[in-house]
């Protein structure tokens, strides 16, 4: 768990480890917080900074029960999954103040849900050939690298749909000029608002 403090507010997130839910546990501070959310296995928060002795004093008190399983197999440790509203070149800024990365310091994983696929390319010959896509949340793009994979294009998705990514942010400097990017380190189809694929 980590908080950042902005003027008033302090600011934090937490990630699950071996099956803990994370939205259960921060649901039990609901009337601290000013907005929380998140999933299973990340989550974000806010609270007014005056209310961090309260937090800490809640925080102990419900950990200390907590039952862990297993881990699985294949799960990911996610940072924060950011709203799509959200995904902007700050994120860069947060990233920045994490390192140096690591081995004893992962870069930061981040999840964001239901972003449009504005385009996408397959690059490279042979076998190892790359996707690269670019996403929008309607404010900003993204071109979006996930290596390896180009033949997820017209086998998982096409041009138009939505989907879910796990990614870290980067930097591409090509001639001077330094742009944003996502690399993915896995991504599904999003369901739809219905819940069906």
Not at 68 to 76: D, P, R
Request: aromatic fraction near 10%.
């Amino acid at each position: 768990m980590t908080i950042t403090f902005v003027e008033g507010t302090a600011i934090g997130s937490m990630r699950s480890c071996r099956g803990f839910d994370v939205t259960a546990f921060l649901n039990k501070m609901d009337d601290i917080f000013l907005n929380h959310g998140g999933h299973t296995f990340a989550g974000g928060f806010s609270f007014e900074r005056s209310r961090l002795a309260e937090f800490e004093a809640r925080v102990k008190e419900l950990s200390a029960g907590i039952e862990l399983e297993e881990t699985k197999a294949g799960t990911f440790d996610v940072d924060a999954e950011i709203p799509p509203a959200y995904l902007t070149p700050n994120l860069l800024t947060i990233s920045d103040s994490f390192e140096p990365f690591g081995e004893e310091n992962a870069q930061l994983l981040f999840m964001t849900k239901q972003l449009p696929v504005l385009d996408a390319i397959v690059m490279g010959k042979g076998a190892k050939q790359h996707l690269k896509i670019t996403v929008g949340n309607g404010t900003y793009k993204w071109p979006a690298l996930f290596w390896n994979e180009g033949e997820r294009l017209h086998r998982d998705f096409e041009v138009g749909d939505s989907v879910d990514l796990l990614f870290h942010v980067d930097r591409n400097t090509f001639n001077g000029a330094e742009i944003p990017q996502l690399i993915i380190v896995d991504m599904l189809k999003s369901k739809s608002i219905r819940g069906t694929a």
